[in-house]
């Protein structure tokens, strides 16, 4: 009977104190962990429904006006995501419902439920929670210095209490206490990834502060595990479009410079925001140094390099019944050609294209192909403008049938002085119903390349320099781009 009752009075109290702590509470009045508990719902529940993640730049410590002013008219703010992309991560919405309710939720009984808390810290003082509620409850009680260190303390026993760390983010970013409002924004990240929509706009705000910068790419610098989120979420977070750059630029010669993957989150940003030679500027810093000595105004025309996936190289979008590859010329091992391979049947052929930036003038593109195609129709390729429009304004000849040798190809197209600041090469297949996708065969491409040549008779064209923007010998500054006219989602 003895045993019985210690296996009710200690492991099933001890159980029920974190799934039914009312009920622990009757078998042992002061069990502590059941009054952490209920004093952590009672502070941190929410009944309503749940805020969104959009009120982030709320969060997010006010610029004074000088630095704001600092960036004025050069600044590119980004689109916010939609709260539903932003619950992408792991227990992001509970992390949300957790810090939506932070420091509001004031119909409790403060005193009994301080009175609470301290009784269950004479049996647990070490109990990280229990003194980070003392410091919520501080904090509502407008006691900032006892909830400072309330918090504090509960941090020092247990970087895991989320909600401790992420309150000393923000009251230390809001007192411009930028190390340490960086110390904090690392834990967080680093103990619980989900928190990335709150620390993240922390680091973006410090990264865009002259004085504070250094200490942000000191963190990245580290490498944390939490970098490629950050280098993610970065862009929805800043005011200058330029920041995202700076901080790449900083990483690039260190033990772990940024992943394809890092830049091309800002590339897709700035190009979706139309600042393609930012973007382009962008994509030629990291550039290898044997590739860079090839770039032209059409990059990769020969396939010796394997696609990136970066924009302004190759980017291939395979469909059903069609293979897309590069792959060893059949006449030379030594060099590589675009294969395009159509299987039998009705094909869902996507597309094979490359973003390029070239000013308003004429040029000429050409290639070789050699292979077979059999079918209504063939494939072309086209040229088109990368803005909003999509005009088309360069298309070959079809290629179809069968080509034993090496062929020529070639277009001529005129870039216009207006709304085509960059441009779309690719191969489309030119079917224009489902009875023109019944297509087989393989046909490679090489060589392909693009020139400026003289404008075509009768036709008037903006004069610009040939060729493409050089790269600079040593990072400097990138052309400002132009705010657009909408207000910015972060101070």
């Known amino acids: 009977m003895l045993l019985a009752w210690l296996v009710v009075s200690r492991s099933l109290v001890a159980y029920l104190a974190d799934v039914a702590p009312q009920a622990a509470l009757w078998l042992s009045p002061r069990q502590p962990e059941a009054l952490t508990n209920l004093a952590d719902r009672s502070l941190n529940s929410m009944p309503a429904p749940s805020a969104p993640l959009g009120s982030i730049a709320d969060q997010t410590p006010n610029r004074s006006n000088n630095a704001a002013s600092d ?66 409850i501080a904090d509502l009680n407008n006691d900032s210095a006892s909830a400072v260190k309330f918090m504090a303390a509960a941090t020092r026993l247990s970087l895991h209490d989320t909600i401790a760390v992420y309150a000393l983010m923000r009251k230390s970013a809001d007192a411009g206490d930028y190390r ?11 103990t619980s990834p989900s928190s990335a929509y709150y620390a993240v706009p922390v680091l973006a705000h410090f990264a865009e502060d002259k004085e504070a910068l250094a200490s942000v790419e000191a963190v990245l610098d580290a490498n944390p595990p939490w970098r490629h989120i950050f280098f993610a979420i970065l862009p929805q977070s800043v005011t200058d479009a330029r920041t995202p750059l700076t901080l790449l630029l900083a990483l690039k010669n260190s033990p772990t410079p940024p992943s394809n993957e890092d830049i091309g989150h800002y590339l897709g940003l700035l190009i979706g925001h139309r600042f393609y030679d930012l973007a382009y500027y962008t994509w030629l810093q990291f550039l290898p140094l044997d590739r860079l000595r090839t770039v032209g105004l059409l990059f990769n025309g020969s396939f010796e390099f394997p696609p990136s996936g970066m924009p302004f190289d190759w980017s291939i979008q395979q469909g059903s019944g069609v293979t897309i590859d590069i792959v060893p010329r059949p006449d030379t091992s030594e060099r590589h050609a675009l294969s395009v391979e159509f299987l039998y049947g009705r094909v869902d052929y996507h597309s094979v294209a490359e973003l390029v930036v070239l000013p308003p003038g004429a040029y000429q593109f050409t290639g070789e192909y050699s292979g077979k195609i059999v079918g209504p129709r063939g494939l072309k390729w086209r040229v088109t403008c990368a803005d909003g429009s999509r005009a088309r304004i360069g298309e070959s000849a079809m290629i179809t049938g069968v080509a034993s040798g090496w062929k ?7 870039v216009p002085p207006a709304d085509c600041r960059a441009q779309y090469v690719q191969l489309d297949l030119d079917a224009r119903m489902a009875s023109e996708q019944l297509v087989s065969g393989t ?14 008779p009768g036709s008037t064209v903006l004069q610009a320099s040939p060729g493409p923007p050089a790269p600079p010998a040593a990072p400097g500054p990138p052309p400002a781009p132009v705010a657009p006219n909408r207000p910015r989602t972060a101070k």
Do not use: C, W
């Open 71 to 136: 960036h004025a008219g050069d600044a590119a703010p980004v689109a916010d995501q939609s709260p539903q992309q932003k619950n992408d991560l792991p227990g992001a919405r509970d992390l949300a419902d957790t810090f939506a309710i932070f420091g509001q939720n004031r119909n409790v009984d403060l005193a009994q439920l301080r009175a609470e808390v301290i009784s269950g810290l004479r049996k647990e003082p070490l109990n990280a929670r229990a003194i980070r509620i003392l410091g919520q």
């Open 180 to 190: 340490a409002a960086i110390a904090y924004a690392d834990a967080l990240l680093r």
């Open 408 to 414: 020529k190809t070639d277009l001529t197209f005129t």
């Open 443 to 456: 046909m490679l491409f090489d060589d392909l390349s693009i020139t400026r040549v003289s404008a075509p």
